[in-house]
């Protein structure tokens, strides 16, 4: 087995033959820069930085990856089945550790990047029972297929990283997660509508209206930790689509989803305050004679 | 066409299909090709259901914008109810707008609310 990947700049591959002739070594050279250069900036654009030791890294994880390879023995298998396989697995990883999702994500964008080398030395060992004029016509589809199926699996990964954290909060606190998301929504509507009655009764004489309702928030804060958390259907809109596949990380994105998700439920919460104040007053109003 | 379907698979069902292949096998086919055009059917029927729901929501949407609108322009200067400026202090301004009277509730503020809440009443039949 050859080493390939990393040793882009080398003079010549430590595995290569020594039979390859100049020419052929040349070619073997520039497809592996070119195939380097792709993966160096599809990291950059991910946001995963190489440390400096990231050769002997490298070098590691694809000789670990090589000893997988022998196991499969399945080489010629087309990238994209290798994907999926590649995103199970690192779903599995992901689904022992909650926090450590950012690092699986890590792990999982090395392997899919180690992978590469792989099979550029698969190309290269192919190679050498190629003619020269047939290294074009296979080798010039390899980049960009190479950089699809990333962002391909980058995507997956993501989806189902996101789908485990989604699936994983039900099932620790309890199974009913949606009826008890309507009882707490219930109960917050109640809420509302009851505090804007007592203090159209009582309080705002003297002050804004607005500052029980923002305790009321408050409380409710508080007490949502006491109500089991429910399972919002994350509707993966256009944006939601965009932001994964710019490489934004799966779980940056469903916190902002919840942090607005949030946002919407106070602003429903005060709509409802508001619109039973108002209704409130003019009940009072109209049937009483009390002159605000 | 779909008891049309039943009856000639009840007819294929008496059928023996060793005795009189050719009569089975003529059936079946039968039956096969008229299956295929009852999905067919279905398909395009389906597809002019979600066609019209699709234009009825379209021009619901717009009738409703049109006459949030008209409501905006019309009433834009009278507030839909006052209060005392203190009550609804520091969003005064908010609520009022654009009406411009201090504590009064704008027609803009009351149609969002009255929105929202609707939804949230219509949220158990939807």
Same mark, same amino acid.
């Given at each position: 087995?050859?080493?390939?990947?990393?040793?882009?700049?080398?003079?010549?591959?430590?595995?290569?033959?020594?039979?390859?002739?100049?020419?052929?070594?040349?070619?073997?050279?520039?497809?592996?820069?070119?195939?380097?250069?792709?993966?160096?900036?599809?990291?950059?654009?991910? #946001?995963?930085?190489?440390?400096?030791? +990231?050769?002997?890294?490298?070098?590691?994880?694809?000789?670990?990856?090589?000893?997988?390879?022998?196991?499969?023995?399945?080489?010629?298998?087309?990238?994209?089945?290798?994907?999926?396989?590649?995103?199970?697995?690192?779903?599995?990883?992901? +689904? *022992?550790?909650?926090?450590?999702?950012?690092?699986?994500?890590?792990? +999982?964008?090395?392997?899919?990047?180690?992978?590469?080398?792989?099979?550029?030395?698969? #190309? *290269?060992?192919?190679?050498?029972?190629?003619?020269?004029?047939?290294?074009?016509?296979?080798?010039?589809?390899?980049?960009?297929?190479? +950089?699809?199926?990333?962002?391909?699996?980058?995507?997956?990964?993501?989806?189902?990283?996101?789908?485990?954290?989604?699936?994983?909060?039900?099932?620790?606190?309890?199974?009913?997660?949606?009826?008890?998301?309507?009882?707490?929504?219930?109960?917050?509507?109640? #809420?509302?509508?009851?505090?804007?009655?007592?203090?159209?009764?009582?309080?705002?004489?003297?002050?804004?209206?607005?500052?029980?309702?923002?305790?009321?928030?408050?409380?409710?804060? #508080?007490?949502?930790?006491?109500?089991?958390?429910?399972?919002?259907?994350?509707?993966? *809109?256009?944006?939601?689509?965009?932001?994964?596949?710019?490489?934004?990380?799966?779980?940056?994105?469903?916190?902002?989803?919840?942090?607005?998700?949030?946002?919407?439920?106070?602003?429903?919460?005060?709509?409802?305050?508001?619109? *039973?104040?108002?209704?409130?007053?003019?009940?009072?109003?109209?049937?009483?004679?009390?002159?605000? | 066409?779909?008891?049309?379907?039943?009856?000639?698979?009840?007819?294929?069902?008496?059928?023996?299909?060793?005795?009189?292949?050719?009569?089975?096998?003529?059936?079946?086919?039968?039956?096969?090709?008229?299956?295929?055009?009852?999905?067919? =059917?279905?398909?395009?029927?389906?597809?002019?259901?979600?066609?019209?729901?699709?234009?009825?929501?379209?021009?619901?949407?717009?009738?409703?914008?049109?006459?949030?609108?008209?409501?905006?322009?019309?009433?834009?200067?009278?507030?839909?109810?006052?209060?005392?400026?203190?009550?609804?202090?520091?969003?005064?301004?908010?609520?009022?707008?654009?009406?411009?009277?201090?504590?009064?509730?704008?027609?803009?503020?009351?149609?969002?609310?009255?929105?929202?809440?609707?939804?949230?009443?219509? =949220?158990?039949?939807?």
């Amino acid at each position: 087995m050859e080493d390939g990947g990393g040793a882009g700049a080398a003079p010549a591959p430590p595995g290569a033959p020594a039979g390859l002739s100049a020419s052929q070594r040349r070619a073997e050279l520039r497809r592996r820069k070119l195939l380097m250069n792709s993966e160096e900036r599809i990291n950059r654009i991910m #946001g995963f930085h190489r440390p400096a030791a +990231g050769k002997d890294d490298e070098s590691h994880t694809e000789s670990k990856l090589q000893h997988e390879q022998d196991k499969s023995n399945s080489l010629p298998i087309p990238s994209v089945s290798k994907r999926i396989v590649l995103g199970d697995s690192v779903c599995n990883m992901a +689904g *022992t550790a909650d926090h450590a999702g950012s690092m699986v994500d890590l792990k +999982g964008d090395k392997d899919l990047f180690s992978k590469s080398p792989e099979l550029i030395s698969e #190309g *290269t060992s192919e190679l050498r029972h190629r003619n020269r004029g047939e290294l074009p016509s296979e080798a010039a589809p390899r980049p960009p297929r190479h +950089g699809l199926d990333q962002y391909l699996s980058r995507f997956d990964e993501a989806l189902k990283l996101r789908n485990q954290l989604m699936n994983e909060k039900p099932s620790q606190e309890n199974g009913n997660a949606g009826e008890e998301f309507d009882s707490f929504r219930i109960f917050r509507l109640v #809420g509302c509508a009851l505090l804007a009655i007592a203090v159209r009764a009582f309080v705002c004489k003297y002050l804004s209206i607005f500052a029980p309702f923002l305790t009321l928030q408050l409380a409710y804060m #508080g007490l949502s930790k006491y109500f089991p958390k429910c399972e919002k259907k994350v509707k993966t *809109t256009v944006l939601t689509a965009a932001l994964l596949l710019s490489g934004i990380p799966a779980e940056v994105i469903s916190r902002s989803m919840d942090t607005y998700s949030k946002m919407g439920d106070v602003f429903t919460d005060l709509c409802v305050y508001f619109f *039973t104040f108002i209704f409130c007053h003019e009940l009072t109003l109209f049937f009483g004679s009390e002159v605000p | 066409m779909r008891a049309e379907i039943q009856n000639m698979k009840q007819e294929l069902s008496t059928i023996s299909m060793m005795d009189e292949f050719a009569r089975y096998a003529r059936l079946e086919r039968k039956i096969n090709k008229m299956t295929d055009k009852l999905k067919t =059917h279905v398909k395009a029927r389906t597809a002019q259901l979600a066609k019209i729901k699709w234009v009825i929501n379209i021009v619901f949407y717009i009738l409703q914008a049109a006459l949030m609108i008209s409501l905006i322009w019309k009433y834009y200067s009278e507030p839909v109810t006052v209060l005392p400026s203190k009550w609804l202090a520091p969003l005064e301004r908010l609520v009022a707008f654009p009406t411009g009277v201090a504590g009064g509730v704008g027609i803009t503020c009351w149609l969002v609310v009255c929105n929202k809440v609707v939804a949230i009443m219509l =949220h158990p039949f939807s």
